[in-house]
Structures are given as C-alpha cells and as structure tokens.
C-alpha cells in the first residue's frame, strides 16, 4: 500500500490521540497508551529524561549541533520534531562488514536515503564495525591495524549524502551480539577490545576510532550520534566480562572519555537491548537500575521489540534518565512474531510510536528500512513501501 508522503495534520493527530489500526481499518484496536507506563502506556512516573534537552540533536540544540563543513552546498534545515522519527539501516543491503570497503555501492547509498526522508525519517541510524572492516587483525595482541583511507572516504561519501537530504546520522561502532557469537579471530580481537585486553583497546582507538573522529569532526551538522556499542547486554549476559556490572561500564566510561577528547562536539551513548521481565534485567531495567549512569554518556537508547509497542519497566526507567539528566531514544523497535504480516507490523509500528510521545522519548527508530529481513522490514523485496510506513510518514509530519 502506498501513502502520499503529505498526510493531513488532522489524520496525524487522530493517530496520536487512538492507537493504531490496521491497514484499511479504522477502527481503532484497544488503548494504545495503556493505564500505564509499567503496561506500556503513560509515564506518571514524574518528570521525563525529555525535560534536560529539546528534539532534534541529544543536546537539543535546535539547528543541529554546531560547526563542519560536510560540503560546500548550504545545510538543509535539520529536523527538530517533539519525536525524531528514524529507520535502522544499519549495514546497506546484504553487505554485512563489507558496505564500506569492498562492496560500498554509492547508487545504493543514495535510494536508500532517498527512501528514508520519503518514508518520514529524519534520521537513519548506521552500523560501521559489526566486524572489522577497512583493517585487519594481526596475528598477536594487540591485534588492529590502521584502518584504511577506503573505509575513512566512504564514509564521508556517506556523510556527505546524508547532509545533501538533511538527514540525521546516527552511527554505532560496534556490535556485542557479533563478537559474542562469532567464532575464531573476530570473537577473541573482540573479548579483548571490550575486556582491554593486550592493550587491545588502545590499539582500536589509535588506528581505528582516531582516523574515524577526524572524519565525522568534518560533518558535526548532521551527526546525531555514536552508540558505542550495539547492545553490550548480549556480552555481559554470556560470559564475555569476568564481571558482568563493572566489565561494561569500564569499557563504555574509557570509550565515551577517549571520544570526547578527541571529538568534544559529539553526543556519546551505548544502546540498551536483551531485555527480560523475568529476571527484570537488559534493556530498560539496565538503564533503570544505573548501568550506564556516571559514565559520561550525552543520552539513553533503548531497544525493544513487541507486537504491542509495550514498555514494561518504563517507569523506572525515565525516573532514572530524568535524575541523570539525559534524554532517552528507542534506538530499535519492530514487532516480536517472526512472521511477515502487513498488519502485526503496521499496528507494532503504531504501538510504538504512540507510547514513545506519550513517555520520555525523544525520538524513536524502526528497524530495519530495506527488505533484507523480511519480516522487519518496511519495504518489500521490490522495494516498495509496506503499509507501516504510513505510520512513520504520518509521525514524521508531527511538530
């Protein structure tokens, strides 16, 4: 189903006030904001994280963050909603660890950002080292090695394209559910990276991250962003730290520290996934119960999948944000049935949205725009748009 990016004022104000219905429908299904934050609807849990700093940037600073020169070409004017609205791209297409050295498709670069900003985004959030790419691993800790000047300009490349469409950036280092799952080299460069190990940590930040900050300094105008890690719970859930509490928080605390002195301008965080209502861990009770406070981190993101855009913990969480001082994104959101339905993931999608602007979120980022994962994705395998998109167009035209 295709929707006109130019939706009514008045329809986007009738999905914010109801829950989402399904395609074609409109009836409205259930109470979308719930009784409360703890069932996944409004937080009366006092202030929000939101109140120490506006849409847009983490900072809240209105026109983006200031400085870089990105192009020559004027900066479009960057997007400043009450809730930034953005898809996870993370790797372009199949090229897992390879979209910026050899298999970097510039024409594929620019449909997908061209998608994105006609799907409603604001922001595309982007993955860089899942698994080392643009250097490579010595046989001996410490293992990396300068990154090369291929990787360095497609990434600028990158940059630069999301500048030209006024589109956020929001770019994650690294990924704990593949160092911890990957066998062989790439599993033990990582235990060491994240346990500095070797001196495996300065290595990185030496050959890698250095040459990487010296790149975004040049497009501070349209970086959002660095998650340090993407969801650091699927290491410490499974062994990789010795200790499990303070493992992380030092890796996460020297990380954020190295790139704010090098890169004083950017906004610093780790994002938050492998939640358990059970055990009341991961996620958002990470956040809740001070995992990442007093680390130097600029903001909170929380990932969360459910058909029914809840957020249990919710509560919690916010309270803890708002007593840290920083605002909280939902960094990845979808539906929990592993199934391709249009209409699970076009009420999931407006689930989500609903509960973001009725908590503490600032900004709320579905995963994943292209069709690589099928039941996830919000276009199809001939890249047009899923039904659900519909929801992000009509969020991304709220002030």
Known sequence: MRVSARISLLAAALLVSACASSPGDTTVRGNAAGSGADAGGVDD?????????GPGSPDGADDGPAGGDGDAATLPPMKTQQLLIGYNEAWFGSNFGTDYTTNFDLAYVQKIFDGIVAGGGHLVRLWLWEVPQGFTLAATPPQTQVVSPQLLANVDTVLTEARKRALWVYLTLL??????????????????????????????????????????????????????????????????????????RAFLQA???????????????????????????????????GLYSGLGLDF????????????????????????DGVPVYLGEFGQSTKQTDDTIQYDATGYFLNNSRALCFKGAFGWRYDPQESYLAYLRPDFSERPAVAIMKTFGALP
Request: with cysteine; proline share 4%.
């Open 45 to 53: 849990g006092g202030s929000s994280a939101g109140d120490s700093g």
């Open 175 to 248: 990924d704990a559910n593949t160092i911890t799952k990957i066998t062989g080299a790439i599993h033990t460069w990582g235990v060491d990276l994240l346990n500095d190990t070797g001196g495996e940590r300065d290595a990185f930040n030496t050959n890698a991250l250095a040459p990487l900050l010296e790149v975004l300094d040049a497009h501070q105008d349209v970086m959002f962003g660095i998650d340090i890690v993407n969801e650091i719970q699927a290491a410490s859930q499974n062994g990789v730290f010795p200790d499990a509490t303070n493992g992380p």
């Open 255 to 289: 990380e954020a520290s190295f790139i704010h002195s090098k890169s004083p301008w950017a906004k610093v965080t780790s994002s938050a996934g492998w939640p358990s209502d059970v055990l009341m861990q991961g996620g958002q009770y990470d956040i809740a119960n």
């Open 300 to 323: 909170y993101d929380l990932h969360a999948y459910d058909d029914s855009g809840s957020y249990p913990g919710a509560t919690a969480m916010c309270s803890r944000a708002a007593a």
